[in-house]
Nanobody
């Protein structure tokens, strides 16, 4: 089993910044990639960013966050981060961490519990 635990959410004014963390524990030795998704009220869960876990740092972003969000990883801590700058009210959502443990891509069935990000105008 794998456990993913997100942290770092909160309430911030538009233009502000937050840094999310997602720590993994358990059977994580076969991690291929990790990523962030978000779900706003009344909307479907959507992709935010992803990073390859080993080898080259292949990184992908949703168009809506390019230039504002940065995903990074710390393999030693088994943790990924999402630095969110220039936040907008439309970034308000529950942010979820996801892990690809089988090489089948994201999203997988491995989700964290989510962390709330609220951006006020």
């Amino acid at each position: 089993q794998v456990q993913l635990v997100e942290s770092g959410g909160g309430l911030v004014q538009a233009g502000g910044s937050l840094r999310l963390s997602c720590a993994a524990s358990g059977r994580t030795f076969s991690t291929y990639a990790r990523g962030w998704f978000r779900q706003a009220p009344g909307k479907e869960r959507e992709f935010v960013a992803a990073i390859r876990w080993s080898g080259g740092e292949n990184i992908f972003y949703a168009d809506s966050v390019k230039g504002r969000f940065t995903i990074s990883r710390d393999n030693a801590k088994n943790t990924i981060y999402l630095q969110m700058n220039s936040l907008k009210p439309e970034d308000t959502a529950v942010y979820y961490c996801n892990a690809d443990l089988k090489g089948l891509g994201l999203p997988s069935g491995y989700w964290g519990q989510g962390t709330q990000v609220s951006v006020s105008s």
